[in-house]
């Protein structure tokens, strides 16, 4: 059975910190993929990442950076130099090779005050 | 191109009381996906359509129903609403065809069972 983790159930910031979300999985698939979605207080998803389990390499989108190690299964999300528009519930979401079914993690608030 | 809509936004019903949830997309795509979103759960999946006449269960499917009749449009039914149903409902669709793409969410329906 597949599984996700996001043990911080809340995170709160101070405007310009470095924030990073934690995200462990669990599968016997060897091949999957792991995504990252962001809920804004308007209660829309909204993608952000998808990366497949051939990639370890780390990706970095502006602010944005993931940093995603088979051996430990995980799959972390940093955001740098953080800003209140970033305040939302992130969901770290994971998917087998086929079929597109999507199993999320509890999802992290982040709170990012100014 | 409004992406996926949701109707109705909000219902309250009551115990017993049946009602549909109609989610539409005009993206052409082939897969559909129904969620249920609770506190300090994640999403979890309800049940998905692969294509037009096509439906399958997810992981809690139990007092739901779907068809996707056309394409474009998802139906969520509620045949005898328990309080346990009191949730906000997302829908989502994405391409098919194999490798799990992004998936693009509606703005949800919050629904309240008393």
């Known amino acids: 059975a597949q599984k996700v983790t996001q043990a911080q159930t809340e995170i709160s910031v101070v405007e310009k910190e470095d924030v990073t979300l934690d995200c462990v999985y669990e599968t016997r698939d060897t091949t999957y993929y792991l995504f990252w979605y962001k809920q804004p207080p308007s209660g829309e998803l909204v993608f952000l990442i998808r990366?497949?389990?051939?990639?370890?390499q780390n990706e970095i989108s502006g602010r944005y950076s993931w940093n995603f190690q088979k051996s430990t299964s995980s799959f972390n999300f940093t955001i740098t130099a953080s800003q209140v528009v970033d305040s939302a519930v992130y969901f770290c979401?994971?998917?087998?090779?086929?079929?597109?079914?999507?199993?999320f993690g509890a999802g992290t608030i982040l709170r990012v005050k100014s | 191109n409004a992406g996926v809509t949701q109707t109705p936004k909000f219902r309250v019903l009551k115990t017993g009381q049946s009602m549909t949830l109609l989610c539409a997309q005009d993206m052409n795509h082939e897969y559909m996906y129904w969620y249920r979103q609770d506190p300090g759960m994640g999403l979890r999946l309800i049940h998905y359509s692969v294509g037009e006449g096509t439906t399958a269960k997810g992981e809690v499917p139990d007092g739901y129903n779907v068809s996707r009749l056309k394409k474009q449009n998802f139906l969520l039914g509620l045949e005898s609403a328990a309080p346990s149903q009191t949730s906000v409902y997302f829908c989502?669709?994405?391409?098919?065809?194999?490798?799990?793409?992004?998936?693009?969410f509606g703005p949800g329906t919050r629904l309240t069972v008393t």
């Open positions: 979401a994971l998917s087998q090779e086929y079929g597109n079914k999507l199993v």
């Open positions: 989502a669709s994405s391409y098919g065809g194999g490798r799990p793409y992004e998936q693009y």
């Open positions: 990366r497949n389990s051939f990639d370890e």
